[in-house]
């Protein structure tokens, strides 16, 4: 047994090989080295002085400016999660419960908007959201509102977006879980005369939190780092923080500054992703 | 040939990061002219080698730089849609508060905004603390910021906004795409820009970088350029059909006002431009 536990130990270590490498080459250098940076000083004139300082972080964490950006980025990230989750459960419920030829053609439905890119996505809510859209058009047709109503550029947009993107990823995540749920046990249930919302409170959903968490994990750090639809749909006068991080890259040079608040929302999104799954997992096991 | 589409600011950030390596991924970069003056700072341009463009000899003298060739010009001015608007002057009309709501600001272009803004306020090319002050009033008349050019150009297609700050060129050609436009050149003095091109230290093929350069200076396809795009010319041999000359050029008067960036200066506060602009004019 022993015996061949190991010998199958090591086939399994050069099988993990090639991933670890390409992580290591292609994700952990370059944040290592965005690290270094982080303790850099910025000059506008040199760009980078290397230095050792905390400065970048300190002033990041004390202007109110980034902390409102950071701010806005959390309340977004949540809504987004929240929504999402409650569209994307009965969803993935009747997913996980279709069976045959429907399945197949749902679940590639499913997967479909994964198929187009962001930015073409928040190119086609521009032109249905847009003051001279598709929307407005009708709004104005009917006779209700004369003047257009602003849908462009407001946080509603944005989460409108955000949500319609990470959808996908939380049904799918449901489903699989969801799957593994003998429907036995909630017949079992009805059959004891559980009523078909008590069956969801207290059979199918304590048994699809593992999906929930891995679900809302997934879908949370998604929108945390949104980047495309903030910009094309929130307009220049919202701010989340991916974009922020590309300004003080792209627009100021500031690379000392950018790694720092990348460092930061890397921080924040880990801790809060962290946190909500201990919340949820206290749930499964009440003490 | 490879075109490596982007914005100028990826582009530069695509020179920064290449600029300790001895090969880089690009031949010519095309800039605008603050951008290539701090790029040309951090000394990652080859000086322009005349011998191998010979048609550097036209260059228009005032625009004549060492590190770079300039490809074409325009200068910011006041475009307004003229079934709305009338007789708008200067930069000081998009503070008029018969245009509340109607002036749309493009935030791509927010350091020559600020300077515009500066210049109005009692500052200068060389001073735009007086334009923190001007820009908070400017809040009062709820200005509508665009994040791109185009999505500018659709806002004052539809009559959403009726003013705005732009590069001439850039209302030439939304005209020319069916547009209701016209322009002022405001009377404290346009702020030109020269998009310029350069050849970085690290390109892979300097020869066919120059001749790249060569090409651009072409008489023929500097005046192909002003027809199609509105940018005008940068050589003293390209003429322009009178008709185009009169809707994207300068008059010699107009030329003579030019406040010319102070690069030097510009290229020290951008970040706290954009930093006012982010933090408290977009707030």
New interface residues.
């Given amino acids: 047994m022993n015996e061949s536990g190991r010998a199958a130990g090591r086939p399994v270590a050069a099988l993990v090989l090639p991933a670890v490498v390409l992580v290591l080459l292609m994700m952990v250098a370059p944040m290592v080295l965005l690290f270094r940076y982080s303790l850099n000083i910025?000059s506008?004139?040199?760009?980078m002085i290397q230095a050792l300082t905390a400065r970048n972080y300190l002033s990041a964490v004390t202007d109110p400016?980034y902390l409102a950006v950071m701010a806005t980025t959390i309340r977004m990230a949540v809504l987004c999660t929240l929504i999402a989750l409650a569209a994307g459960f009965p969803a993935a419920y009747t997913l996980a419960r279709m069976r045959g030829r429907w399945k197949a053609w749902l679940t590639l439905a499913t997967v479909f908007p994964l198929m187009v890119g962001n930015v073409v996505r928040a190119a086609g809510w521009m032109t249905l959201l847009?003051?001279?859209g598709l929307l407005n058009a009708a709004l104005k047709a009917s006779g209700l509102f004369p003047d257009?109503v602003q849908l462009m550029y407001t946080p509603m947009a944005v989460a409108l977006g955000i949500v319609t993107v990470v959808l996908p990823y939380m049904i799918l995540t449901l489903a699989s879980v969801i799957e593994g749920i003998p429907r036995g046990l909630e017949e079992a249930a009805l059959n004891l005369g559980a009523r078909p919302l008590t069956v969801f409170r207290r059979v199918v959903l304590p048994l699809a939190l593992p999906g929930v968490v891995a679900g809302s994990a997934l879908v949370f750090i998604l929108c945390m780092n949104a980047y495309a639809t903030p910009?094309?749909l929130g307009?220049?006068?919202f701010?989340m923080m991916a974009p922020a991080v590309y300004?003080q890259?792209?627009?100021?040079?500031?690379?000392p500054f950018g790694a720092a608040l990348a460092f930061i929302l890397l921080a924040v999104t880990l801790a809060l992703t962290l946190a909500g799954r201990a919340l949820l997992q206290r749930r499964r096991h009440p003490a | 040939m490879l075109q490596d589409l982007g914005s100028q600011d990826a582009r530069k950030t695509k020179l920064i990061a290449e600029r300790v390596s001895r090969h880089g991924s690009m031949d010519v970069v095309h800039l605008g002219d603050a951008d290539m003056y701090q790029m040309a700072q951090l000394g990652v341009f080859e000086e322009v080698d005349l011998k191998a463009v010979p048609n550097a000899a036209t260059i228009i003298p005032k625009l004549r730089k060492p590190y770079s060739i300039p490809h074409i010009f325009s200068a910011q001015i006041i475009l307004y849609n003229p079934d709305k608007v009338s007789g708008v002057t200067g930069f000081a009309d998009l503070w008029d508060p018969k245009y509340k709501g109607r002036v749309a600001i493009p935030d791509l272009n927010y350091a020559v905004v600020t300077f515009g803004a500066a210049l109005i306020a009692g500052g200068s090319m060389s001073n735009w603390e007086p334009a923190k002050q001007k820009l908070l009033d400017l809040k009062k008349n709820d200005p509508k910021i665009y994040p791109s050019h185009e999505q500018l150009a659709a806002a004052l297609k539809t009559g959403e906004v009726w003013i705005a700050p732009m590069w001439l060129a850039r209302g030439y050609m939304w005209q020319k795409a069916g547009i209701n436009l016209a322009h002022v050149v405001p009377k404290e003095g346009a702020i030109p820009i020269v998009f310029e091109a350069a050849v970085p230290k690290n390109a892979p093929d300097k020869a066919n970088a120059w001749a790249y350069l060569n090409a651009m200076l072409d008489a023929k396809a500097q005046q192909g350029f002003a027809d199609r795009m509105g940018y005008v010319p940068t050589v003293s041999d390209a003429t322009l059909p009178a008709a185009v000359g009169a809707q994207i050029g300068f008059s010699p008067a107009d030329q003579a006002k030019f406040n010319t960036p102070d690069f030097a200066y510009q290229a020290k506060q951008l970040p706290a431009i954009l930093d006012f602009w982010n933090k408290e004019f977009k707030a």
């Fill in positions: 910025f506008p004139t040199e760009l400016y847009g003051n001279a257009p910009i094309l307009g220049p006068q701010t300004d890259f792209v627009k100021t040079t500031n690379w």
